[in-house]
Every structure is written in structure tokens, then in C-alpha cells.
């Protein structure tokens, strides 16, 4: 039987371990690389994007009106004319006027009862009415007068309408900082799970300020709350005479509890997009990345884990926890 020396027996075994490692570390690295490529939240907002929608439910109401001169149809003409000029305008004010005007128009038809229900055209209602809300809650959060008592009082043309939160409404004036309307975020790395239905689904976001330290205690730390919300137009009463005030109530709702709203004689289910404030709150984050880390350096993990509030304390609900999986 021949013999090697002991150095070329320690060689020849060595490289079929260094090929092993070197697979090994290629495989671990194209692993890493899939990680950051696919598992990446990835959230853009575009806020056209919801202009855009209602123009485009007014295009749909055009071609369902049928005669020229009918109310559908003068509808669909001013509301499309409402949001096309309320994009441009550079008063913050003056365009809050023009949203809330063709959401009020939008409320108004629904309210009378006038299209099938469940038709076509009773949808393209309510997807003008939840766009122009929408838009014109971002602009509503951000107006300085939202500090002081309402009705706030905005201008369209040559009508005023008074906007008031109902006593009735979930979370009151003061309570969230901004909104996004959700139909405004792209998102990608986060399953999408929205419910169609009438209102405007937003993200709500209190921000975790010093003088609310205890309040947002169990809240996630630096973020603050994050959660879906829906602004829901609850009354309108019309203004009688050329002078007077078209006044109308309006709510925010989670939409998680509340689930169907009465306008007029019908009900509706209260629209919600679920995954978009996790999107927000996640954008950047890589779900596998951070999942090996907890895995290699557990106890730097420890430290920024605990349970914390995706929405306020409710003491009628019963919590739940879930408990992830290995690397996950």
C-alpha cells in the first residue's frame, strides 16, 4: 500500500473544506442578499395618486349618467371640475374648501337614495366622497385652527360650509398629530388588506411628545401610534338662502370596532386599509435582516423588544399575543 506524507494528507483534506466554506459563505451572502432585495418594507407616497382616483370615479359617473342635464351627470361634471382645480391651488385653505365641497356633493346623492344599491354609480359615489374626504382631511389636521373649539369655517365659491367633529366620533380634536390618506402609500414587503366601503381610510399618527410620556408609555418607543383610521361625513345640513351656512358633521372612527355606517337609509361598510399604517411604520425595515439579528445577538435585541399598542387601550377587547418563530 503506498504512502503521502502527512502534509500532503492535511492539503488534500483541507481543500475539499475550504471549497465546503467558501459554498458555504457564497450561499449565506446570496441568502442575505434575497433578504434585503425582497423582504425590504418599501413605502412611497404620492398624493396625486388620490386626486387621481376621484377624477377618475367622476369619469365613471359621466358615462353611467346617460342624459346630459341629469343630476348625476351635473354631479360628475362640478366634482371633477372641484378636484382638478383644488390640486392646483395654493391656499391650503381654499383647497381644503373645494375637497370638502365635492365630498359634501358626493354625500348629499348617497344620502337621497337616488342610485340602485350596489350599482356602479353608487360606487363611483362613494369613491368621490372618500377621495375629496381624504385629501381634505390631510389639509383639515395640518390648519392652525384646529387648536381652538370648532366649527371651522371654509369657503367654496361663493358658499361656506361650517366642519364640525361629532360628539359621536372615536377620537377627538387634538388627539392625532398628522394624517396620510392611505390611498396616497405605495407599499411593497407588506401584504395589502383593505376593506372598500364608505369614508376615508388614513393613517393617524400621534407622535410620542415629552408632555405625553406616560400617556404613549406602551406605544411603539419614537414612533408613537400609527394607526388606521377612517373619516366618515356623518350629516350635512344645506344652507337655506344665499347668506347661509352649509353645516356639516364629520367622525373619526377605527374602523376595526366600528364596522358599517347609515347614510341616510342605507348602510355601508366603513372602509379600512389595514396594512398601511404597518407599511409606514415598518418602511425601511427588513424583516429577515432583523430576524438573523435577533437570532446572532439576541441580547442587543432584548434590549428594544417588548409589547407594545398597535392602537389606544380599549379594556372591552381582549388582547392578543403572537409568538414568532425561529428567525423570524
Excluded at 506524507?5 to 466554506?21: F, G, W, Y
Excluded at 370596532?257 to 389595514?274: E, H, K, L, M
Excluded at 432583523?290 to 388582547?319: C, T, W
Aim: glycine share 8%; charged share 20%; with cysteine.
Amino acid at each position: 500500500m503506498k504512502s503521502y506524507p502527512t502534509s500532503l494528507i492535511a492539503k488534500a483534506c483541507s481543500r475539499p473544506l475550504a471549497l465546503h466554506r467558501l459554498v458555504c459563505s457564497l450561499g449565506c451572502l446570496a441568502m442575505l442578499l434575497a433578504l434585503s432585495s425582497c423582504s425590504t418594507v418599501k413605502v412611497k407616497t404620492d398624493h396625486g395618486l388620490v386626486t387621481k382616483a376621484g377624477i377618475e370615479s367622476t369619469n365613471l359617473l359621466r358615462n353611467l349618467a346617460g342624459a346630459p342635464l341629469s343630476a348625476l351627470s351635473t354631479f360628475a361634471d362640478g366634482s371633477a371640475k372641484l378636484l382638478s382645480h383644488a390640486k392646483q391651488i395654493g391656499s391650503k385653505q381654499d383647497a381644503a374648501g373645494a375637497y370638502l365641497k365635492a365630498a359634501v356633493d358626493a354625500h348629499v346623492l348617497l344620502a337621497s337614495g337616488s342610485e340602485a344599491r350596489g350599482s356602479a354609480a353608487e360606487k363611483a359615489l362613494v369613491g368621490v366622497h372618500n377621495s375629496a374626504m381624504a385629501s381634505f382631511a390631510e389639509l383639515w389636521i395640518d390648519d392652525p385652527r384646529r387648536n381652538g373649539p370648532g366649527p371651522y369655517l371654509f369657503t367654496c365659491g361663493s358658499e361656506t360650509l361650517a366642519i364640525d367633529l361629532s360628539r359621536s366620533s372615536t377620537f377627538q380634536r387634538g388627539y392625532f398629530d398628522r394624517f396620510i390618506a392611505a390611498d396616497a402609500i405605495v407599499e411593497k414587503g407588506v401584504d395589502p388588506d383593505s376593506r372598500f366601503g364608505y369614508g376615508a381610510p388614513l393613517v393617524a399618527i400621534r407622535d410620542p411628545l415629552p408632555e405625553r410620556a406616560k400617556d404613549m408609555e406602551f406605544f411603539p418607543p419614537k414612533k408613537g401610534l400609527y394607526m388606521n383610521v377612517t373619516a366618515t361625513m356623518d350629516s350635512v345640513t344645506q344652507a337655506k338662502g344665499k347668506e347661509g351656512v352649509t353645516l356639516v358633521k364629520f367622525s373619526l372612527l377605527n374602523p376595526m370596532v366600528d364596522q358599517s355606517i347609515a347614510i341616510g337609509s342605507r348602510q355601508f361598510p366603513v372602509a379600512a386599509n389595514f396594512s398601511a399604517p404597518i407599511a409606514v411604520i415598518l418602511k425601511g425595515r427588513n424583516e429577515g435582516l432583523v430576524g438573523l439579528h435577533g437570532f446572532f445577538n439576541a441580547k442587543q435585541r432584548i434590549k428594544d423588544s417588548g409589547i407594545f399598542l398597535m392602537e389606544p387601550y380599549d379594556p372591552n377587547r381582549i388582547p392578543v399575543l403572537l409568538i414568532h418563530g425561529l428567525i423570524s
